[in-house]
């Protein structure tokens, strides 16, 4: 049973930095292109970042660029988001995902979702 735990959520003030992590079971996490995406009540989830299966390559939306940063250690079977000058439009469910198709933004392309972490971004 493939299982992605998020962790590191909460709640931080303007210009603050958060750490978010993404543990996977169940998969040979080696074999899949990682993604973080972002939701707001009532809208769409939104692209974010994502990061090839070597690690070697990531992918930013522009909202996040020079702002978040995204790595792997695939002998942890884990991806960590840096948040940086987080900003109070950041707010949001950030969920991460799994998939074999690399440098993607589109949601169905991924196979395996997390249940999410809160961010939220205070003025």
């Known amino acids: 049973q493939v299982q992605l735990v998020e962790s590191g959520g909460g709640l931080v003030q303007a210009g603050g930095s958060l750490r978010l992590s993404c543990a996977a079971s169940?998969?040979?996490?080696?074999?899949?292109?990682m993604g973080w995406f972002r939701q707001c009540p009532g809208k769409e989830r939104e692209f974010v970042l994502s990061?090839?299966?070597?690690?070697?390559?990531?992918y930013y939306a522009d909202s996040v660029k020079e702002r978040f940063t995204l790595s792997r250690d695939n002998a942890k079977n884990t991806v960590y988001l840096q948040m940086n000058s987080l900003k109070p439009e950041d707010t949001a469910v950030y969920y991460c995902?799994?998939?074999?198709?690399?440098?993607?933004?589109?949601?169905?392309?991924?196979?395996?979702w997390g249940q999410g972490t809160q961010v939220t971004v205070s003025s």
């Open positions: 995902a799994a998939g074999v198709v690399e440098a993607t933004p589109l949601p169905h392309m991924y196979d395996y």
């Open positions: 169940g998969l040979t996490f080696s074999k899949y292109a």
């Open positions: 990061i090839s299966r070597s690690g070697g390559t990531t």
